[in-house]
Every structure is written in C-alpha cells, then in structure tokens.
C-alpha cells in the first residue's frame, strides 16, 4: 500500500502503525521512505506508546520546516481524492473545460484535468509571469515562444498553440506594452 501512495505522493509522510516489529527491515527495503514506525505492542502503555508518536510527529514537523524554507511556489489542488502540488515553473497554462466546472493543467511533463473553477485556480497563479487576464486561460509568459497578434495565435514552449479572438489578444498585447 506505502508504495501505491508514494506513486501519487513521492514527498508524503507514511508511518508505519503495526504489532509485527519483526517487519521493519522488509519494509525499509521495499523503499517506500517511512517517516516514522510506531509499535501497536505499547498502544495501551500511555508511558511508552506518547513518546513514540511525539518522535514520529516531531519529525514531520521538522520536515515540513525546512520543506517551507526552500520550497519553490506551487499550485496545489484538492480535486476529489486527488492532491495535486505543482511547481508554478512547470506550468506551461490552464484552460477552461468549456461547459464543465473543470479546468485543464498542462505541465511540461503531463496534463491534468481538475474539477477546479479555472478563477479558483487563477488565485493561485500570482507568482512568476502569469497572465491571467483571459477568461478561458492562465498562461505562463515564461513557456511562450511566439505571439502571432493579427492571427491572435500564441505558440507555447510545449508545441501547442492558443488561438485568440482579436479582442482577446489585445489583452495580451497592452500587458506587452506595459512592460515594455
């Protein structure tokens, strides 16, 4: 089960809870990276059972500390039973699902579809050169290549390319000028 959750989560917490001590050096083999392991044999020893999660807990907190300090800015989402952390560089845009309350992340590596309002998202979206003046789209300025302003076409780092009404792009093109 440890490594199923480390296919969707490589960075979570896993602590072993179990009465089979016996178990520990199969399970640090099966590389699954456990935080902690805690003996179900001292659950109802409250002397010997508290410590053992206070040391399993102080870990994670350290963790999560120095996770906080040299973290890059990611997006994450909670969509179902899916937890979906990303790093904002990764992002190349979203794009509103047309008739659906979902949005579409492409990412250099995969997309992903969220059940996530495209605005909700957006919030998120406030670190690094996003543009977010589109109704139907967040683009990462750092993944786009070309920008075709008469034909309203914008080519992304990942071949893919966005076409735009004219007074969509306009958008576009005073926030060039702006930073110009």
């Given at each position: 089960?440890?490594?199923?959750?480390?296919?969707?989560?490589?960075?979570?917490?896993?602590?072993y809870v179990t009465v089979r001590d016996d178990m520990i050096p199969d399970t640090l083999s099966a590389m699954t990276t456990p935080t902690g392991f805690i003996s179900k044999t001292n659950m109802f020893d409250k002397a010997k059972f508290v410590p053992e999660v206070q040391r399993v807990l102080q870990v994670v907190k350290k963790r999560l500390g120095m996770l906080q300090q040299s973290a890059e800015p990611t997006l994450t989402i909670r969509s179902g039973a899916l937890l979906l952390t990303l790093k904002l560089k990764d992002i190349i845009y979203c794009e509103k699902e047309h008739g659906l309350r979902t949005t579409r992340i492409v990412t250099t590596t995969q997309s992903y579809v969220v059940h996530k309002n495209l605005n909700t998202i957006k919030e998120q979206l406030t670190a690094m050169h996003f543009f977010n003046e589109f109704q139907s789209y967040a683009l990462n300025l750092d993944h786009v290549i070309t920008v075709d302003f008469n034909k309203g076409v914008i080519s992304m780092d990942n071949h893919d390319h966005l076409t735009f009404s004219?007074?969509?792009?306009?958008?576009?093109?005073a926030y060039y000028q702006t930073q110009g």
């Amino acid at each position: 089960m440890a490594s199923k959750i480390r296919d969707y989560d490589p960075d979570g917490f896993i602590v072993y809870v179990t009465v089979r001590d016996d178990m520990i050096p199969d399970t640090l083999s099966a590389m699954t990276t456990p935080t902690g392991f805690i003996s179900k044999t001292n659950m109802f020893d409250k002397a010997k059972f508290v410590p053992e999660v206070q040391r399993v807990l102080q870990v994670v907190k350290k963790r999560l500390g120095m996770l906080q300090q040299s973290a890059e800015p990611t997006l994450t989402i909670r969509s179902g039973a899916l937890l979906l952390t990303l790093k904002l560089k990764d992002i190349i845009y979203c794009e509103k699902e047309h008739g659906l309350r979902t949005t579409r992340i492409v990412t250099t590596t995969q997309s992903y579809v969220v059940h996530k309002n495209l605005n909700t998202i957006k919030e998120q979206l406030t670190a690094m050169h996003f543009f977010n003046e589109f109704q139907s789209y967040a683009l990462n300025l750092d993944h786009v290549i070309t920008v075709d302003f008469n034909k309203g076409v914008i080519s992304m780092d990942n071949h893919d390319h966005l076409t735009f009404s004219r007074g969509t792009i306009k958008k576009l093109r005073a926030y060039y000028q702006t930073q110009g």
